[in-house]
């Protein structure tokens, strides 16, 4: 049968997201892809225009196509870097790797990022400080079905937002933000006395009706979070 437009599309998207493909490399061109999926070549046209146009790759005339170096971000919404949050303010950046493991996802996390029973998660917990001060706690979750290049993948000197931003793109977020007390590992880690109220956010990104990460981000005491349209 006949590749599809969509089924082109879903492939590259494929190639991309498994790593196959990793960000900044040239892809193969028209004719050839015409060649390997058994269409023609309009129909390839038509896939890698509307990659192109949701910002996954980037074509030019004479150099052809490669995959984006920051292939997931759209004009649509923006995930926030709390790296550039803080060196904005012109403050001294620092993270800090807590803890990182491979688990069989909880049941509430299939739960929520309907996950099959078994299914294999990356589970990374992080700090991040400005001028040596605790500022946001990150615990965070990977679908390793999803994205299965996380599983050896290096956290240890930067951590996963910015990471992820550069593997896999979005086509939906959900966030909700909600007060929290602090527990003896928060306190501890955020430098706060324990059942001191705190500023939550968790965020739930999702890539083709796939869930790709989710993620807890507990503010230090004071925080202030600023939106702009």
């Not at 001294?92 to 990182?100: H, T």
């Amino acid at each position: 049968m006949t590749a599809t437009y969509r089924d082109i599309k879903s492939d590259i998207l494929g190639k991309i997201t498994r790593g196959e493909w990793t960000p900044g490399s040239l892809i193969p061109g028209e004719l050839e892809l015409a060649e390997t999926y058994g269409s023609a070549r309009a129909t390839v046209n038509r896939a890698m225009r509307e990659l192109a146009e949701e910002g996954i790759i980037e074509r030019k005339r004479k150099s052809g196509s490669r995959v984006r170096l920051t292939p997931l971000r759209q004009a649509r919404f923006d995930i926030p870097v709390i790296r550039r949050e803080i060196e904005e303010q012109g403050r001294a950046y620092r993270y800090a790797l807590v803890r990182s493991e491979v688990v069989e996802a909880p049941e509430w996390l299939r739960a929520r990022l309907a996950l099959q029973p078994g299914s294999q998660v990356r589970h990374l917990v992080c700090l991040h400080l400005a001028d040596g001060t605790p500022w946001q706690h990150e615990d965070r979750w990977i679908n390793l079905a999803l994205l299965p290049q996380a599983l050896a993948a290096d956290f240890s000197a930067s951590g996963p937002t910015e990471w992820l931003m550069s593997q896999i793109p979005f086509s939906a977020v959900e966030i909700s933000i909600s007060a929290t007390a602090a527990d003896a590992a928060l306190a501890a880690h955020l430098d706060c006395a324990a059942g001191e109220p705190l500023l939550m956010t968790e965020r739930s990104t999702r890539w083709n009706d796939q869930m790709v990460t989710y993620v807890r981000l507990v503010h230090r005491p004071g925080h202030r979070m600023t939106t702009r349209y």
